[in-house]
T-cell receptor, first 114, second 111 residues
Framework: DGGITQSPKYLFRKEGQNVTLSCEQN?????MYWYRQDPGQGLRLIYY???????QKGDIAEGYSVSREKKESFPLTVTSAQKNPTAFYLC?????????????FGPGTRLLVL | EDQVTQSPEALRLQEGESSSLNCSYT??????LFWYRQDPGKGPEFLFT???AGEEKEKERLKATLTKKESFLHITAPKPEDSATYLC????????????FGKGTSLLVTP
């Protein structure tokens, strides 16, 4: 089945710990994105990548890092510098055709702080 | 600054009671408006993309329309399984590849 997978579904972080969220897609999409969702707020962009080995910061990149070594994979690391990491994290991917683009989302990872 | 506002925040309907959700936007250079459905604890599911004023798209009981200032998601004769949060997002000339989301409308359809 083609799609976007995220793991784990739930993740617990201790104070001062870095944690990494996985995102994999087999849709052959060029672009991948990370969003954060908090209750009562719209989704906010953390990082995005249009091609392998290149990525750009979104609106709320502080305290996060990413890599894009393979087209299929775009892992997100939540560092100890992110002081309020508890949220629902969503990965998305997209392909452009004729100047038009639609982003498709994975199932999400819920990060909780112990 | 681009803004996307969804109303109402929450809506409760009886099964079969048709209604509309609103997404109003103040943006520079709209390139596309997107509707997603999100169930609790899950990722958003793509529904529609609209690109220009006057455009309409339909899928089962849902119909999305677009004007120069807003989009409506019409739900005809809803069923309990239509209960979800509906998200509106835009891509603009300013936003590049970033989707700018509204806060969503939480829809509950009761039997």
């Amino acid at each position: 089945d083609g799609g976007i997978t995220q793991s784990p579904k739930y993740l617990f972080r201790k104070e001062g710990q870095n944690v990494t969220l996985s995102c994999e897609q087999n849709l052959n999409h060029d672009a991948m994105y990370w969003y954060r969702q908090d209750p009562g707020q719209g989704l906010r962009l953390i990082y995005y990548s249009q091609i392998v080995n290149d990525f750009q910061k979104g609106d709320i990149a502080e305290g996060y890092s990413v890599s894009r070594e393979k087209k299929e994979s775009f892992p997100l690391t939540v560092t100890s510098a992110q002081k309020n990491p508890t949220a629902f994290y969503l990965c998305a991917s997209s392909i452009q055709r004729g100047g038009k683009e639609t982003q498709y989302f994975g199932p999400g990872t819920r990060l909780l702080v112990l | 600054e681009d803004q996307v506002t969804q109303s109402p925040e929450a809506l409760r309907l009886q099964e079969g009671e048709s209604s509309s959700l609103n997404c109003s936007y103040t943006v520079s250079g709209l390139r596309g408006l997107f509707w997603y459905r999100q169930d609790p604890g899950k990722g958003p599911e793509f529904l529609f993309t609209l690109y220009s004023a006057g455009e309409e798209k339909e899928k089962e009981r849902l119909k999305a329309t677009l004007t120069k200032k807003e989009s409506f998601l019409h739900i005809t004769a809803p069923k309990p399984e239509d209960s979800a949060t509906y998200l509106c997002a835009v891509i603009t000339a300013n936003s590049g590849y970033e989707l700018n989301f509204g806060k969503g409308t939480s829809l509950l359809v009761t039997p």
